[in-house]
């Protein structure tokens, strides 16, 4: 009876729990859990000058190039510079034989001696006969000639004299000097070879330090640059001078430079401009006949504010920017945008510094959600 007792009151208790759980699910429903703030990454916006740079590819040129002629005919005797030396004006670069310029020469100086001897004996003969015409003691005529032979005695001297000058000179070009400061090239001819005057090129030798680079902007880019120059005078007057030297390898070249001359016209045929911009070579790092780029300025915004492409949702012909309010929810704003430079964003209106603009998840969240704002990295 006991046992009956027992399992009766199990089961009476069963029944009440079952009952307080059916009572439970019956009761109204529990409202849905609010959803955490969504993490984005922001950037703080400020404002900034921002200078636009463009880049043209150029080669680099000696600023002065000169191939070395002999100015006299014979056989090169020697070379006194090797091959690649660097020189100063006036060193002595080849010798070519000079016997015949020296011949040349002796034979000059026994023309002009002649010359001397018959111009004495011509003045002499006017000083004999000037006192004699004074008494009438000879012609007119007589001495109207010795002064005419004097004249051309000393006519003859002059030209005598340039003679032997043009024979030294043609001595002295026997000897090759260079004519500027610079570095030889590989000599043209070997020793023994046959100069022809005036024509046989011998060697180069080129100015290393400056070098030059020639680089020709787009008539489209001579426009721009000139409208922004007549729009903004006080931002450009100094834009197109100074110009970087980009490497090879990429990298920059120490020494920056300027530009030093513009051409006067466009080349129709490329519908071109013509610069050229000149750096310093100290080091002989660069070299003649390298292809470089030149980076040049030419443009610059002035505390302006500038955006990267990703943090810009682009609706249709509309741009929004998601900007972080106080309360830590999105505002998601419609922004005025000015030119795109380098994968960033100038941004002409709808964005102040000092606010916080979603850089990465603009995408993700909806107007008024609430965000988590995380700096993001530079």
């Given at each position: 009876?006991?046992?009956?007792?027992?399992?009766?009151?199990?089961?009476?208790?069963?029944?009440?729990?079952?009952?307080?759980?059916?009572?439970?699910?019956?009761?109204?429903?529990?409202?849905?859990?609010?959803?955490?703030?969504?993490?984005?990454?922001?950037?703080?916006?400020?404002?900034?000058?921002?200078?636009?740079?463009?880049?043209?590819?150029?080669?680099?040129?000696?600023?002065?190039?000169?191939?070395?002629?002999?100015?006299?005919?014979?056989?090169?005797?020697?070379?006194?510079?090797?091959?690649?030396?660097?020189?100063?004006?006036?060193?002595?670069?080849?010798?070519?034989?000079?016997?015949?310029?020296?011949?040349?020469?002796?034979?000059?100086?026994?023309?002009?001696?002649?010359?001397?001897?018959?111009?004495?004996?011509?003045?002499?003969?006017?000083?004999?006969?000037?006192?004699?015409?004074?008494?009438?003691?000879?012609?007119?005529?007589?001495?109207?000639?010795?002064?005419?032979?004097?004249?051309?005695?000393?006519?003859?001297?002059?030209?005598?004299?340039?003679?032997?000058?043009?024979?030294?000179?043609?001595?002295?070009?026997?000897?090759?000097?260079?004519?500027?400061?610079?570095?030889?090239?590989?000599?043209?001819?070997?020793?023994?070879?046959?100069?022809?005057?005036?024509?046989?090129?011998?060697?180069?030798?080129?100015?290393?330090?400056?070098?030059?680079?020639?680089?020709?902007?787009?008539?489209?880019?001579?426009?721009?640059?000139?409208?922004?120059?007549?729009?903004?005078?006080?931002?450009?007057?100094?834009?197109?001078?100074?110009?970087?030297?980009?490497?090879?390898?990429?990298?920059?070249?120490?020494?920056?430079?300027?530009?030093?001359?513009?051409?006067?016209a466009l080349d129709p045929a490329t519908n071109t401009y013509r610069i050229r911009a000149e750096f310093p070579n100290p080091e002989g790092e660069l070299l003649p006949g390298q292809?470089?780029?030149?980076?040049?300025?030419?443009?610059?915004?002035?505390?302006?504010?500038?955006?990267?492409?990703?943090?810009?949702?682009?609706?249709?012909?509309?741009?929004?920017?998601?900007?972080?309010?106080?309360?830590?929810?999105?505002?998601?704003?419609?922004?005025?945008?000015?030119?795109?430079?380098?994968?960033?964003?100038?941004?002409?209106?709808?964005?102040?510094?000092?606010?916080?603009?979603?850089?990465?998840?603009?995408?993700?969240?909806?107007?008024?959600?609430?965000?988590?704002?995380?700096?993001?990295?530079?």
């Amino acid at each position: 009876m006991g046992q009956i007792h027992h399992a009766g009151r199990v089961v009476a208790a069963f029944a009440t729990l079952s009952g307080a759980i059916l009572l439970a699910g019956c009761g109204p429903a529990d409202e849905p859990a609010e959803m955490p703030p969504l993490p984005v990454k922001v950037v703080q916006a400020e404002a900034r000058d921002l200078p636009v740079y463009r880049e043209f590819v150029g080669e680099l040129v000696s600023a002065r190039h000169v191939t070395v002629r002999a100015r006299t005919g014979g056989i090169l005797l020697a070379q006194h510079k090797p091959d690649g030396a660097t020189v100063s004006e006036g060193d002595l670069l080849f010798t070519i034989e000079s016997r015949e310029a020296e011949e040349r020469r002796e034979a000059a100086r026994a023309d002009l001696a002649a010359a001397r001897a018959q111009m004495a004996r011509a003045e002499a003969d006017v000083a004999r006969y000037e006192p004699l015409l004074a008494d009438e003691a000879i012609a007119r005529q007589v001495y109207d000639n010795a002064v005419a032979a004097a004249e051309a005695a000393r006519a003859a001297v002059d030209a005598r004299a340039a003679a032997l000058r043009q024979a030294e000179l043609a001595l002295d070009y026997a000897e090759v000097r260079s004519p500027l400061d610079g570095r030889m090239g590989a000599a043209m001819v070997s020793e023994g070879a046959l100069i022809a005057a005036g024509s046989t090129a011998l060697v180069e030798v080129a100015v290393d330090d400056p070098l030059w680079v020639y680089i020709s902007p787009s008539e489209a880019d001579l426009l721009s640059f000139t409208q922004r120059r007549r729009e903004r005078p006080e931002d450009t007057e100094r834009l197109l001078e100074v110009a970087t030297l980009l490497l090879g390898d990429g990298r920059e070249f120490a020494h920056p430079g300027r530009i030093n001359f513009a051409d006067r016209a466009l080349d129709p045929a490329t519908n071109t401009y013509r610069i050229r911009a000149e750096f310093p070579n100290p080091e002989g790092e660069l070299l003649p006949g390298q292809f470089v780029r030149i980076r040049l300025q030419t443009d610059l915004y002035r505390d302006v504010v500038v955006i990267p492409a990703r943090a810009v949702l682009q609706v249709l012909d509309q741009a929004f920017v998601g900007i972080v309010t106080d309360a830590g929810t999105v505002e998601q704003r419609p922004v005025d945008l000015g030119p795109r430079i380098d994968g960033d964003w100038v941004v002409d209106a709808g964005i102040e510094a000092g606010e916080t603009y979603i850089v990465d998840g603009v995408q993700k969240v909806r107007p008024g959600a609430a965000v988590q704002p995380i700096p993001a990295a530079d």
